[in-house]
């Protein structure tokens, strides 16, 4: 059912709070859409439009203009804002301070009463917490005089323990508390310690910690166990049906030495005036069932979690490694994504459809770059410098049409029996780009297939960026003696190409990165600005991203000439969430890398080490190392004297010395301080 008739159906009843199958008898939905109408009221819930109570029960509301349903953010102070669901309604984020959440954690659902502050901008206290992202939170136990309390890790909120709750918790531990649905009206939010991970600042206590902290759990529900089993005692072969076999066709996958899962294949064919890419890519949605025990932990798991030694995977094990990899010598169902690529580059014919594939070699991407240099002359490594005559091909072709190809050093962590010995940066070889390429071709040519079958699916949209952020990088770039035409995409992509392999590289590469918005998953038609797309999606990683097993699923509909399951409300409330979760992700890698970093560097307090300003702010700025590759910060205490924030020129200014510090300029730095419980390096400039 669509929401919105929903929403119609439920203001016409009229009545409180109502548990879910009540509803549904009274407004007569039938069997057949009675999933789609719980989505329906989830989905209207989120976007606070109704109200959602415990057991299930929803109610159709008219808030007051001054109640607002939205989302709470915490910030280092341990204040927050609060983010509307419902932007239409109320479009601004709402300040709350420490003292008026009320009990609300980070990642909260609140309804919050808003006035009006200095300079008009909206304050708001919270009334009512809606639904708690996770009834538990982790941190370190303190105590004052005879209370005890647990300081909140990540934000500067504490929770108090009665000495009753402890649980033998000792003062420095790290623990997990459980926390009451609603707080109290006393200011001091009361919890129960039901977790002793250890003492803080050891390393498995840390990353324990870390990974709870950010809502990542580690442990598989039993019903998926139970799932995998029965899905591992199948014979599947039996049941592949009526797939084109492509089990001649040469295919390879190209991946990272430590690859944990194989999802993508791709077979190339050069032929008279013409060239075949095929992107093979595990049927996932072959072997979960919408619904099912392994479905239900994948969807809310929403991706994997990769890490410096250590995978949080979406799908059990077994099934990421076995049933739905694409294993060297191994032969699996796909689904494959056919192009027919003409001497230009541009995609004449595109064939979208079930297959069975072997991989017929697992290459890494060091291995693959061997072969395009030249090494090797059997048929594995002649197609992949055939893949290598395309992928750069399809590259300029990119880079014409104002794609963004931005190169920004990315870190490495080097493990030697579970230790971290260094941090490097990972190069970017020829042979990452051309299965950029291809997986970006596929993406796009699943999204058209898609939208020609008139099939509801989650877009990857990438929005143009404000034009106030536009124009402060142009500015910028002119601040370090460069031109560039306008902010249109490919004027901007050849400034990059402009500074590329110089030392104005990195500064523009990092200012660009600064002034775009953040790609996000929708339902809604919309451009990817950074791959100057019009229509784009995620089909290519299945077994570690929900949302290309619920594109896999759309194409499941096509194939089968049947309605495709769930509605478009659930899969906007997939859209939001993987969206939602993927931020958290990405936090949670750059802090983890962080810890790692403090475990590598703090023995080495007093060390001078070159570098390059990577971040500025009001009183900060932030250096990244040339080796080891790890980040500190630098806070104005450490610069001896007051200083000035340029924003224009991304640069502090010291007052009395007029000394300047930009982003990318050359510097070195004496290593002060290493805080691995706060995951802080403290550096001072020489």
Not at 111 to 138: A, F, H, N
């Amino acid at each position: 059912m669509d929401k919105e008739e929903v929403l119609k159906a439920l203001r016409s009843l009229r009545v409180g709070p109502t548990k879910v199958k009540r509803l549904a008898k009274m407004l007569g939905v039938s069997a057949e859409e009675y999933v789609s109408f719980k989505w329906a009221l989830a989905e209207l819930a989120r976007e606070g439009r109704i109200m959602r109570f415990p057991r299930n029960r929803y109610t159709a509301v008219n808030l007051p203009r001054d109640l607002v349903v939205g989302r709470v953010e915490m910030i280092r102070s341990g204040a927050a804002f609060v983010l509307p669901e419902d932007k239409q309604r109320y479009p601004q984020d709402i300040y709350v301070s420490r003292s008026d959440l009320r009990g609300a954690m980070n990642g909260d659902k609140v309804l919050v009463r808003v006035r009006r502050g200095r300079g008009g901008s909206p304050r708001g206290t919270v009334e009512k917490i809606l639904e708690r992202r996770s009834s538990k939170v982790v941190g370190r136990l303190v105590r004052r005089g005879r209370r005890f309390f647990v300081e909140v890790q990540g934000s500067r909120r504490y929770v108090g323990v009665p000495k009753a709750s402890l649980s033998g918790a000792r003062v420095g531990q790290k623990v997990v508390v459980e926390l009451p649905q609603q707080a109290e009206r006393a200011r001091q939010l009361l919890g129960e310690v039901v977790e002793v991970l250890g003492d803080a600042g050891q390393a498995e206590v840390e990353e324990r910690a870390l990974l709870l902290e950010f809502g990542v759990d580690e442990e598989i529900p039993q019903e998926a166990v139970e799932e995998e089993e029965r899905l591992l005692a199948v014979d599947w072969r039996k049941r592949w049906g009526s797939r084109v076999d492509l089990r001649d066709l040469l295919t390879v996958t190209i991946d990272p030495d430590d690859a944990y899962d194989f999802d993508d294949a791709i077979s190339v064919v050069r032929e008279e005036n013409r060239w075949r890419l095929y992107v093979h890519i595990a049927d996932v949605s072959f072997f979960v069932e919408r619904g099912g025990a392994v479905d239900r932990m994948a969807r809310n798991r929403l991706n994997s979690v990769y890490l410096a030694g250590k995978v949080v995977p979406m799908l059990p094990e077994r099934i990421t490694h076995h049933l739905c990899c694409l294993m060297e010598g191994r032969e699996r169902p796909a689904k494959t994504v056919e192009m027919e690529i003409d001497r230009k580059g541009a995609v004449r014919r595109v064939q979208v459809y079930r297959t069975v594939v072997r991989n017929d070699a697992r290459l890494t991407y060091r291995q693959a770059q061997e072969m395009l240099d030249g090494a090797g002359g059997d048929a594995v490594a002649k197609m992949v410098r055939l893949a290598g005559e395309l992928g750069r091909m399809l590259w300029e072709r990119r880079l014409c049409r104002g794609a963004l190809d931005m190169e920004l050093p990315e870190p490495k962590v080097v493990m030697e029996s579970g230790k971290v010995v260094d941090i490097v940066a990972h190069p970017r070889l020829k042979s990452h780009i051309l299965i950029e390429d291809f997986m970006l071709l596929a993406n796009e040519a699943v999204a058209e297939f898609l939208t020609s079958k008139g099939v509801a699916f989650i877009r990857r949209v990438h929005e143009e960026p404000d034009e106030r952020e536009l124009r402060r990088f142009k500015t910028f770039v002119i601040s370090l003696g460069l031109k560039l035409r306008s902010t249109r995409p490919a004027d901007i992509q050849r400034l990059l190409s402009s500074v590329a392999g110089s030392p104005l590289e990195f500064p523009v590469n990092y200012a660009l990165l600064r002034s775009l918005k953040k790609a996000v998953y929708t339902t809604e038609v919309n451009t990817h600005f950074g791959l100057a797309l019009a229509n784009y999606t995620h089909f290519t990683s299945p077994i570690r991203r929900y949302v290309d097993l619920t594109v896999h699923r759309a194409l499941d509909a096509v194939f089968d000439g049947r309605l495709q399951e769930g509605s478009e409300a659930e899969l906007s409330a997939v859209a939001r969430d993987a969206t939602d979760k993927e931020i958290r992700t990405d936090r949670l890698e750059r802090e983890f890398l962080k810890l790692k970093a403090c475990y590598l560097m703090r023995d080495r307090v007093g060390q001078v080490s070159d570098g390059v300003i990577v971040g500025v702010d009001e009183g900060v700025m932030w250096v990244l190392l040339d080796r080891p590759v790890v980040e500190g910060v630098v806070p104005e205490r450490l610069f001896e004297e007051r200083s000035h924030f340029d924003e224009a020129t991304y640069s502090i200014v010291l007052r009395r010395t007029k000394r300047v510090f930009r982003i990318g300029q050359r510097i070195k730095v004496r290593l002060v301080g290493v805080d691995c419980e706060q995951r802080s390096l403290l550096f001072c400039p020489l």
